[in-house]
């Protein structure tokens, strides 16, 4: 069992930068994919990005391609998602994800976060 603890969310000012962090519980290394995900009230949850557990391969949701990075750091367990020129648009619930087979990643990780919330105000 996978538990993963997300932080660093807040509010930004649109325009501003913020980087969300997610611990794992266990040693994910290379053996876990882990992804974020985004949701807002009375809307399906949002894929944003996801890393390998080589860090290798990386997906990005084309609503934020070029304003964000994901990494990794797998001597701490932790992946980080750094989002730039923050939009109201991008307020929602932040979820990280794992799952030790990269292709379901971005669709169905079997391990979540409880969510940490990023409001941009205009």
């Known amino acids: 069992q996978v538990q993963l603890v997300e932080s660093g969310g807040g509010l930004v000012q649109a325009g501003g930068s913020l980087t969300l962090s997610c611990a794992a519980s266990?040693?994910?290394?290379?053996?876990?994919?882990m992804g974020w995900f985004r949701q807002t009230p009375g809307k399906e949850r949002e894929f944003v990005a996801a890393?390998?557990?080589?860090?290798?391969?990386?997906y990005q949701s084309d609503s934020v391609k070029g304003r964000l990075t994901i990494s990794r750091d797998n001597t701490k367990n932790t992946v980080y998602l750094r989002i730039n020129n923050l939009k109201p648009e991008d307020t929602a619930n932040y979820y990280c994800?794992?799952?030790?087979?990269?292709?379901?990643?971005?669709?169905?990780?079997?391990?979540w976060g409880q969510g940490t919330q990023v409001t941009v105000s205009s």
């Open positions: 994800a794992a799952d030790n087979n990269v292709m379901v990643i971005r669709t169905a990780p079997a391990y």
């Open positions: 266990e040693r994910t290394s290379r053996t876990y994919a």
């Open positions: 890393i390998s557990g080589s860090s290798t391969t990386i």
